[in-house]
């Protein structure tokens, strides 16, 4: 929709320019929001952490899911490669369980609980998940099946999505949804005495949301096996852990 911005005479990505804003908007969330339970560094210093396995996830995800579809590897030159590792692809999926992971190294690492720091962190996935939506929807990628106006849009010649027809926007539905969501779980944050945890909440609500969403997707570089996708696979695997983390909570 707009790949880029000019700011001085300089183009710059429209999907890096929504990264660092939501990158802004989560560290700025973690320092004004409070916890008697997490140390205000804990939550800082955790994120930064986990950042580096984000990161990594999204990146490595999206060279296995790209790799297997590349039957002739002889196809695969190391100039493609290093392309593909340079380019702007990422697996939400992969960002965010390695996300969840590098959480859990710092805790291993410096004695803390787990289950609280993810109860006080939990929040910022779907804010960040909102703003790179966002990202996604100025670049063209990750759009949706052909669907008339005014609903579907038509996107710029120079974005990643096909132009001459018009596409359901996916990418401001996943925007809209995220935000719901955080702002959902703010207020539960609220109650006392839940018998839930909020990943439990978070991770069984955007599950089922993104399987079914996955049915509107129309870009061909997602990964398939038997009927559903890659995202839709990794939506059951989410769900799992939610119910694991209610069951989890009703035993204490």
Known sequence: MLPTVNFFGKDI???GLMALLGFCFCFGFLFIRKSNVVKKEDLIYSTLYALLF??????LFYLII????????????????VELVKGGGYVWYGAFFCGILGYFVYCKKF????????????????????????????????????FPPPVGVYFRED?????????FPTQLTGAVFNLFLFFIMLRLSKRTNRRYTLYSVYAFSYGIFRFFLE????????GAFLF????????????????VSLKKTEKV
């Not at 984000?54 to 990146?59: A, D, Q």
């Not at 579809?69 to 493609?80: N, V």
Request: a positive charge.
């Open 13 to 15: 990505s429209t999907y």
């Open 54 to 59: 984000f990161g990594l996830g999204g990146k």
């Open 66 to 81: 790209t790799l297997i579809q590349i039957r002739d590897l002889s196809l695969l030159t190391f100039e493609l490669f």
């Open 111 to 146: 004695r803390i609980n787990f289950s609280t720091l993810m109860e006080n962190t939990i929040f910022i996935f779907p804010l960040g998940h909102f703003f790179g939506r966002l990202g996604c929807f100025f670049a063209g990628c990750c759009y949706g099946i052909p």
């Open 159 to 167: 974005s990643l999505a096909p132009h001459d027809v018009s596409l």
């Open 215 to 222: 049915f509107l997707r129309y870009d061909h570089h997602r």
């Open 228 to 243: 559903f996708s890659t995202s839709q696979w990794l939506s059951f695997v989410l769900i799992i852990t939610a119910v």
